[in-house]
């Protein structure tokens, strides 16, 4: 069985250039959630959907980070624009209803 | 709200030694406790958990972490480390009302030494 698919695993950009992420969940997992892990620090907590529904977003930054998990599968993280405090490791992970979290292996972003 | 403090950023220890990794939580509700690897480039995987029963958790290579409620820690063990177990190790916990939402340390990376 598949694991959670995220990509690109690598992107180096300008800064205030845009930049998306994409993320594909394991099949049947409900719940889709978006970390950021800084380097040296464990992963915060950006956003968690329950189907297509965002129920927590209350730590992503709106005025350039924004969401969408259209259908309820598939979700795309976007910054835009992108500053250099944006270089980090993106996380995407699934779950099951209350279940265990499977992370995907990360989108590393450089912004130059 | 809750979090979890890792002291240790960084433990070296030689090959067939053991070693501690530890980890202390602060919650005003009960909670769930976790044990995340992530080797390098890799994403995290789920090491061991504490749900509830017994405090001790073992997982398939060999770690096992303690649930102590008194202490609020949950440290993990190993009583002989291999090359491969060089890694970062990150404590996470959530709390009981199945929202899931999890919040790490700032993770312990381990460097086993040949």
């Known amino acids: 069985e598949a694991g959670v698919v995220q990509s690109p695993r690598y992107k180096i950009i300008e800064k205030k250039q845009p930049v998306a992420f994409w993320c594909n969940p394991i099949?049947?997992?409900?719940?889709l959630y978006w970390y950021l892990q800084n380097l040296g620090q464990g992963p915060e907590l950006l956003i968690r959907?329950?189907?297509?529904?965002?129920?927590?977003d209350s730590q992503l930054p709106k005025d350039r980070f924004s969401a969408e998990r259209l259908k309820g599968v598939d979700s795309t993280l976007k910054i835009q624009p992108a500053e250099l405090g944006d270089s980090a490791v993106y996380l995407c992970?699934?779950?099951?209803?209350?279940?265990?979290?499977?992370f995907g292996e990360g989108s590393r972003l450089t912004v130059l | 709200a809750q979090s979890v403090t890792q002291l240790d950023s960084q433990v070296p220890v030689f090959e067939e030694a053991p070693v501690e990794l530890r980890c202390n939580y602060s919650s005003s509700v009960s909670v769930y406790l976790f044990w995340y690897v992530q080797y390098p480039n890799q994403g995290l995987q789920l090491l061991l958990k504490?749900?509830?029963?017994?405090?001790l958790v073992e997982s398939i290579n060999g770690f096992e972490a303690e649930f102590n409620k008194s202490q609020t820690s949950f440290h993990l063990r190993k009583p002989s480390v291999h090359i491969s177990d060089t890694a970062e190790y990150f404590c996470a916990v959530s709390d009981k009302t199945g929202a899931n939402n999890l919040f790490f340390g700032t993770g312990t990376r381990l460097t086993v030494i040949p």
């Open positions: 992970a699934s779950s099951p209803p209350a279940g265990e979290l499977f």
């Open positions: 504490y749900l509830s029963g017994s405090t």
């Open positions: 959907y329950e189907n297509e529904e965002a129920v927590d």
């Open positions: 099949s049947g997992h409900n719940t």
